[in-house]
């Protein structure tokens, strides 16, 4: 398996234009996670979904911020419109029920 | 409410001498607890897991961790450090209770010196 795919790896943009990240997790996950690293705030959990179900968006900053999961194998994570405070690492993550979570190689954001 | 602490932001050692990272954990069921490692501009990657049994557990690269439920703990440990595991290390924790999100702490820089 190739691992949790993230594109793109790099996204540099400017404010108020509209950002999609995209993620393809493990085949047969059925959990997947959307992280935001910065330095100031480490790792922080924006949401995560259960059989393309999302059941916790309590880390979503705010209404810019919107995810979905149309089927197993894809999800996006959409900020409209960015700011230069959405500037971070953004990771997807998938894994089965209990067990540990593989994560992606992150998109590194950069809003102007 | 689950929480990870990792009280040190950064540790340094020699090569061939022994490392370790400490975690503490404050949940309010049984834990899930975990370590991951993240290399510069890469993804976490998983290193070891506690769910249950032995508190002593092995992992990758020759990282072990023990679990200590009086003293809520979880430190990372490795008998001989190498260059290559200079990182950065994450431990994270799971409340059996509180669903499946990983609750991260904020990251402690290994730094191994030749």
């Known amino acids: 398996d190739a691992g949790v795919i993230q594109s793109p790896r790099h996204e540099v943009t400017e404010m108020g234009q509209e950002v999609t990240l995209r993620c393809k997790p493990i085949?047969?996950?059925?959990?997947l996670f959307w992280y935001r690293q910065t330095m100031m705030r480490g790792l922080e959990l924006l949401i995560y979904?259960?059989?393309?179900?999302?059941?916790?968006d309590s880390g979503m900053p705010e209404d810019r911020f919107s995810a979905k999961m149309p089927n197993a194998s894809f999800s996006t994570l959409k900020i409209q419109p960015s700011e230069p405070r959405d500037s971070a690492v953004y990771f997807c993550?998938?894994?089965?029920?209990?067990?540990?979570?593989?994560f992606g190689p992150g998109t590194r954001l950069t809003v102007l | 409410a689950q929480s990870v602490a990792q009280p040190e932001d950064q540790v340094n050692v020699a090569e061939g001498n022994p490392l370790t990272v400490k975690c503490t954990y404050s949940v309010s069921g049984n834990p899930y607890l975990f370590w991951y490692v993240q290399y510069p501009n890469r993804g976490l990657q998983f290193l070891l897991k506690?769910?249950?049994?032995?508190?002593l557990v092995k992992g990758s690269y020759g990282f072990e961790a023990e679990f200590n439920k009086s003293q809520t703990s979880f430190h990372l440990k490795k008998p001989s450090a190498l260059v290559s595991d200079s990182a950065l290390y994450f431990c994270?924790?799971?409340?059996?209770?509180?669903?499946?999100?990983?609750?991260f702490g904020k990251g402690t820089s290994l730094l191994v010196t030749p």
């Open positions: 979904f259960n059989n393309n179900v999302p059941i916790d």
């Open positions: 085949s047969g996950h059925d959990y």
């Open positions: 506690y769910i249950t049994g032995d508190n």
């Open positions: 994270a924790v799971r409340d059996r209770n509180s669903g499946y999100a990983l609750n």
């Open positions: 993550a998938s894994s089965l029920v209990l067990a540990e979570q593989f």
